[in-house]
């Protein structure tokens, strides 16, 4: 079957381009891009992008689904809709579920649901140590063999470095890629905001942004120990960043990815304890979320997520300090993300490296790009559509979201997997 985008916007991260062309596509593949004065090749079926946005679909790194043990907050089927409504055409998720997937039959029994219920790609990741205690690594060779594309103990530090050291070794022996939160556990414990004044005026438990740095900094020595290929799942504040662009420039296999609530919310955001908003870490000053911002926009960070963590309304209807951490982020990446373009500090070809590209070139994966030969896994929008967000319309099961009732700018008109349509406004 033959596809040809026709008046499209294009914006290729690769190229670091955003031109007006036509889009061809064949058997699920791109097979040629167009200038807008080209001739217009035969094809079975058209699509007309009025001049709309036409992208790779967003490489999700770190998305929660609560199969098995909590299929009440989210389901395969329930994300799987949430990420076409999204823009989102590949969902790796994290391992954090009940039971931890740490064995080749979770692994496989989670695979089986995502192929049966999920209308976009779904690559899982395992955890690092058995049922995430960070005492035992677990059988990384075979849990790769099953289909594993990195591991990760997500928010549970492992604080036995020996352990840590010893699991990254096996890593690098295997060509796994481990993906950790970088964080000291002992002061990060409890902590329901980042310390400073804000938090003290609200009596609330807090962490200092210095917890992340010592987290970072223990990770990247043993990175220069192990050679290993790592990715820290969430830099947050400035201080950390000025040690991963030593690492990186002293040539480790590091890279490091950032939440959109982070790059698009502070601390002050909790306002009278709004449970919404409290997430992992706590969101953090202003003056730390513009220096992230400013880092992915010098490719020091190097991914977007959403990190996607749905959490129903009785663990978050609590007392701030007891209620639960996540939000839900699947449908709102993009829309959030392009604030970020509206507020004229990252151009789309920017937003796109961070949220397609290099995602896709850290795992392997030949999609996140509008060149010839890629996968046709792309997401059709329209950069300028104003909307109030209504949590009760996301399709999630969870629908707790920082951003409800909030002003947004941006909508995906339509999601192409494999050059399939998956979604349609």
């Known amino acids: ?223 220069e120990m192990t050679g290993a290929a790592y990715h820290a799942d969430q830099i947050t504040t400035a201080r950390a960043l000025p040690a991963l662009k030593r690492a990186k420039d002293n040539g480790l296999n590091i890279t490091a990815g950032t939440s959109i609530h982070h790059l698009t919310l502070n601390e002050l955001d909790v306002a009278d304890y709004r449970t919404f908003f409290k997430v992992k870490p706590p969101l953090r000053s202003e003056e730390d979320r513009l220096a992230v911002v400013e880092a992915v926009r010098s490719g020091v960070i190097d991914v977007i997520s959403s990190m996607h963590t749905p959490q129903d309304e009785e663990s978050k209807r609590l007392p701030f300090e007891e209620a639960a951490s996540g939000a839900v982020g699947l449908e709102t990446l993009l829309p959030a993300a392009l604030r970020l373009y509206h507020a004229d500090l990252l151009d789309l070809p920017t937003l796109f490296r961070a949220m397609s590209l290099n995602p896709a070139k850290r795992l392997g994966l030949d999609s996140g790009r509008l060149s010839v030969g890629a996968p046709a896994d792309l997401v059709l929008f329209d950069p300028d559509t104003p909307f109030v967000l209504d949590r009760f319309k996301l399709r999630s099961k969870s629908q707790n979201t920082p951003f409800d009732t909030q002003k947004m700018q941006g909508r995906v008109q339509a999601t192409f997997v494999a050059g399939r349509c998956v979604f349609e406004r």
Do not use: W
């Open 1 to 223: 079957m033959t596809l040809l985008f026709t008046n499209a916007r294009l914006i290729d991260p690769d190229a670091g381009t955003d031109t007006t062309g036509h889009l061809l596509v064949e058997n699920g593949r791109i097979t040629a891009v167009l200038a807008a004065d080209d001739p217009l090749p035969k094809a079975a079926q058209h699509v007309d992008c009025a001049g709309k946005c036409l992208a790779p679909g967003i490489v999700d790194i770190g998305v929660k689904i609560c199969e098995p043990g909590e299929r009440h907050k989210e389901s395969y089927k329930t994300a799987g809709l949430a990420a076409a409504a999204g823009g989102v055409t590949t969902v790796v998720t994290r391992p954090d579920t009940l039971p931890a997937i740490d064995t080749p039959e979770t692994l496989e029994f989670v695979t089986r649901r995502a192929q049966a219920d999920a209308p976009v790609n779904v690559l899982p990741m395992a955890a690092l140590t058995k049922g995430r205690e960070g005492r035992e690594m677990v059988e990384i060779g075979f849990l790769m063999d099953a289909g594993a594309v990195a591991f990760s103990d997500c928010d549970r530090v492992i604080q036995n470095t020996k352990v840590f050291s010893r699991a990254l070794t096996y890593a690098k022996s295997c060509g796994a890629l481990v993906m950790a939160h970088p964080q000291e556990p002992i002061l990060s414990v409890g902590a329901a905001a980042t310390s400073g004044k804000f938090s003290t005026l609200r009596g609330l438990p807090a962490v200092s942004p210095m917890a992340e740095r010592m987290g970072l900094d223990r990770d990247i020595a043993l990175l």
